[in-house]
């Protein structure tokens, strides 16, 4: 039972990492708009989120370092600050998008006043955090998120095309040019950088230093890993697939994260759209909660300060108060009423832009023989890092250009 | 680099903006809107839907269409 509870921390980094409100929204308006032909992205991205997680935490248990204490020793100092800088505002955009994102669960569910919902919300969260244990944390998120299962069940009651599905992985480009192959390009980089958010590897690596992984740890990292990314690729994949069925068909292009739910509607009860909205909720709440920490987490890493979840507060007081700060400001740029998705979308584009700087540093130092001695990363699996590190720098040339062009993704 | 870069940005956003494709973008997402409505009608007809959702989701739709409808007159 304990091993199986330790999937947990996998499954709250997958869910609350790339399930979260943009992947959402995102993975829908793919469906709608272009049918099966995007699934490939979340395979692709999916393949190298895996590679990385397992990285981050293979070097966490060898070495006892996470994220940002790599990416502090790896690269120049005035570009680790500038990585830092720009990670922890992507932190606080997504976190405050998040909390704006509970706000309309809340509201969805209750019919409680938004804004009251917002800061209750936050509070809760807070409280939360720091009341519980990290392991309770991540069981907590970990577990409420695999109501999101709802989604794929709708969407296998929906009788989708399976050989389209199938056809959906090999990537091809869309019919018509111009202005739609612009289209593609930008939801293709969108949701491949959704899938990589940064945010994942800091807190995965700062999770397996909270349950003091040691090497002897490495098989179950692998194993961790994989199902997190498996259960979240499937959600999002099961997602998409909602969006060709529901969407596509009535020429619906979804731009809230309440049209979501309506394709759970279709073919289930009003208890099960119940369980599929808190599906949403603890994913939105697990990503706020993981980017909160994050940003606390990796200011620490930087600068050598103590940080551990599972010490009273008063015992670890600067990294207490950087996860509040993140949550108080987040909170408080939710609260000037900004679209949560418009902030997501940006981080997600942005998040893009930044992410050669965040997982460079990680194939180094996890290759490094004089770090990680028999525990270096395999030449077969350095090789698919580098792939992976090529596409994700072309990614990130692309995206901010393709934000542009296409408008942050409307169609004409 | 990076000022040639800022530049580059700034003249892809001028090349990219004109109202004639903002008109039509606005009108497609007033489309869409409309479309979600009918399907909500129709969902909330089956009484697949929980009380509250439908009511905000429906609160949010008609927002969503004022805004649009307003954009769409402006840009006439």
Redesign the interface.
């Known amino acids: 039972m304990k091993k199986l509870l330790q999937l947990t921390l996998g499954i709250m980094t997958a869910l609350g990492g790339f399930v979260d409100l943009g992947q959402i929204v995102f993975s829908m308006q793919a469906g709608a708009l272009f049918g099966y032909h995007l699934l490939w992205t979340i395979a692709l991205g999916a393949g190298a989120i895996a590679i990385y997680m397992e990285m981050c935490g293979r070097i966490a248990a060898v070495t006892g370092e996470a994220v940002f204490a790599v990416v502090r020793d790896r690269l120049d100092r005035r570009l680790g600050l500038a990585t830092l800088g720009a990670s922890n505002l992507l932190n606080l955009l997504t976190c405050a998008a998040e909390l704006g994102a509970v706000a309309i669960v809340l ?5 409680i006043n938004q804004q009251v919902a917002l800061m209750g919300g936050a509070l809760v969260l807070g409280a939360l955090v720091w009341l519980l244990h990290f392991e309770w944390i991540e069981r907590t998120f970990g577990l409420s998120g695999l109501l999101m299962i709802v989604f794929a069940v709708a969407a296998v009651k929906l009788r989708p095309d399976w050989g389209g599905v199938a056809a959906g992985f090999v990537p091809q480009l869309p019919v018509g040019g111009g202005d739609r192959l612009l289209l593609y390009a930008y939801f293709a980089v969108g949701i491949f950088s959704a899938l990589l958010m940064e945010y994942e590897v800091h807190f995965y690596s700062s999770g397996a230093i909270e349950e003091g992984w040691k090497p002897k740890d490495l098989p179950q990292n692998t194993i961790i890993s994989t199902t997190g990314i498996a259960l979240g690729s499937v959600l999002t994949s099961a997602l998409l697939i909602l969006g060709v069925l ?1 969407f596509l068909p ?7 994260l ?2 979501t ?2 394709p759970v ?2 073919p ?3 208890t099960l ?2 369980l599929a ?1 808190g599906g949403i909720l603890a994913c939105v709440a697990s990503a706020a909660v993981e980017t909160a920490l994050s940003g606390s987490y990796n200011v620490c890493q930087f600068f050598n300060i103590k940080w551990d979840k599972n010490l009273p507060p008063k015992k670890v007081p600067q990294f207490t108060i950087g996860w509040l700060s993140m949550l108080g400001i987040a909170l408080v740029v939710a609260l000037t009423g900004i679209k949560p998705l418009t902030l997501v979308n940006f981080s997600i584009i942005f998040g893009m832009v930044i992410m050669p700087l965040t997982y460079y540093p990680i194939l180094k130092t996890a290759g490094d023989r004089a770090m990680m001695g028999e525990h270096a990363t395999k030449p077969w699996q350095h090789g698919l890092a580098w792939v992976f590190l090529v596409l994700i720098v072309i990614a990130a040339l692309a995206a ?2 393709l934000m ?2 296409t ?1 942050s993704g ?3 | 680099v990076k000022v040639r870069a800022a530049f580059a ?1 700034a003249a ?2 001028a090349c ?2 004109n109202p004639g ?2 008109a ?2 606005a009108q ?2 007033l ?3 409309e ?2 409505v ?3 009608d129709e ?1 909330q007809q ?5 009380s ?2 439908s ?3 429906r609160r ?2 008609q927002q ?1 269409l004022t805004e649009l409808q307003k954009k769409l007159a402006k840009l006439r």
């Open positions: 509201h969805l569910l209750t019919g529901v009535r020429g619906i292009v979804p731009d809230l309440s049209t739910i309506l509607a279709l289930l009860d009003p759209v119940k909205l901010v250009p542009i062009l408008h409307q169609p004409q | 940005l892809l956003a990219s903006s494709e903002e039509a973008r497609r997402a489309r869409s809107t479309a979600e009918v399907l909500l969902m089956l009484g697949h839907l929980p509250h959702y009511n905000a989701h949010y739709l969503t």
